[in-house]
Every structure is written in C-alpha cells, then in structure tokens.
C-alpha cells in the first residue's frame, strides 16, 4: 500500500496585500451579499466572477422553502457569466459571506461540494484553473484552482 500526500496550497494574506483587480472582485462579492435572499439560512453569500473578457458578474445565494430549488452564489454567478459570456472562460471568483446578525464572517467560507464540482467543471471546460479568494474579515484565502479544496474530484471518465 502507498500513501498518497496530497497538499493544497492556500496563500492567506489581508486586503490590501491583493492586486487591485483582485479587491475589486472581492468588493463586488461583498456588495453582492446585501441581494442575497436568504430568508431561512439568514446566511447572504456573493460571489464575483471576472472572465477573460474582463467582465465582472455578481452571484448571491437565493433560498426557497423547498431546498433544492435554490441557488448558491458561486452557481448564480457561473451560471450567470455561461449564459451570457458562453465563450468566455472564468478567471477568477471571489467569495464572501454575512452572519444572520449582518456582519461579514470574520473567517473565510468556501464553496459547498455542489459548487466546487461546478468549478471543477468550470475549470476542465476551458482548460485552465479558477483562482480562488475566499473573503473573511481576519483573513483573505487565495488557491489557484479548485484542486486545493478538492484534490480527489470527479471528473469526465
């Protein structure tokens, strides 16, 4: 038997430690958060995509009663840029999220397991990995791609 050691590299850093695009998208993300509709969780998620075409698109979470008929944020904002950018590869995609009590988490959230199979699928249609900025007020995560948070991923056969 051999043991396999996988080790994502995440790179923490603050704010203003980020390249000027990359806190723009992160402040798109925030500003996303306040049109989350999130009537059971009380938990807004945005999300920001930038595509190679330099477009910036907004995603939040969207909440219904009969669960599955949802969305997250980081889909709305995929789904979004596919159906209007259909060619157009994402880039990057910044994450944030605000506590039932209004505030932005202090810590950094990551995507759910449907979402990082949407980046991961994301990735494997342009050819290319995603970089990542999870957002939290103590601390920024930065990965380029979603192999860090999801070493063993299901992919096509």
């Known amino acids: 038997m051999k043991e396999l050691n996988l080790k994502p590299v995440i790179m923490e850093c603050q704010m203003d430690e980020l390249p000027s695009d990359e806190q ?3 402040q798109k993300a925030i500003e996303s958060t306040n049109n989350s509709y999130a009537r059971y969780s009380h938990f807004c998620v945005g999300a920001a ?3 190679d075409n330099g477009e910036v ?3 939040c979470n969207q909440e219904n009663a009969a669960f599955p008929a949802g969305i997250c944020a980081e889909r709305s904002a995929i789904f979004a840029a596919g159906a209007q950018y259909p ?3 994402v880039e990057k995609i910044a994450i944030a999220a605000r506590e039932p009590n209004g505030n932005l988490t202090a810590e950094p959230v990551s995507p759910c397991g449907t979402c990082r199979q949407v980046l ?3 990735e494997t249609r342009f050819q290319r990995p995603i970089r990542i900025l999870l957002y939290g007020r103590n601390r920024i995560y930065v990965m380029d791609g979603i192999s860090h948070l999801m070493p063993l991923s ?3 056969f």
């Open 24 to 26: 723009y998208l992160v």
């Open 49 to 51: 995509v930038q595509l």
């Open 57 to 59: 698109l907004p995603g």
């Open 87 to 89: 060619n157009a590869a």
């Open 120 to 122: 991961i699928e994301t």
């Open 154 to 156: 299901f992919t096509e």
